[in-house]
């Protein structure tokens, strides 16, 4: 099945403009600015705003930080992460 994902999106990127994409590539500074906001501001702000559930006591508290720290960790926009 892993597979068949795979070859669908990679069919559907094939009609892709890939002009753009390489216009975006000579904006360096967009581009830095874009992973600098992604990496490292958004985990952050997940951090700071998920750190009372760490010190909170239960299952559920211990298993949304978790959760919400994994989301911070990947590399995506939020309504994929969601």
Do not use: K
């Not at 669908?8 to 967009?30: E, I, K, Y």
């Not at 600015?33 to 211990?62: C, Q």
């Amino acid at each position: 099945m892993d597979w068949a994902i795979a070859l669908v999106m990679f069919c559907g990127a094939l009609n892709l403009d890939t002009s753009h994409l390489l216009n975006q590539l000579r904006n360096w500074r967009l581009t830095l600015l874009s992973f600098g906001l992604m990496f490292g501001l958004a985990p952050l702000i997940v951090l700071l705003f998920s750190w009372p559930l760490r010190l909170a006591a239960g299952e559920l508290p211990a298993q949304l930080y978790v959760g919400l720290m994994i989301l911070a960790a990947q590399s995506c926009t939020l309504a994929s992460g969601s």
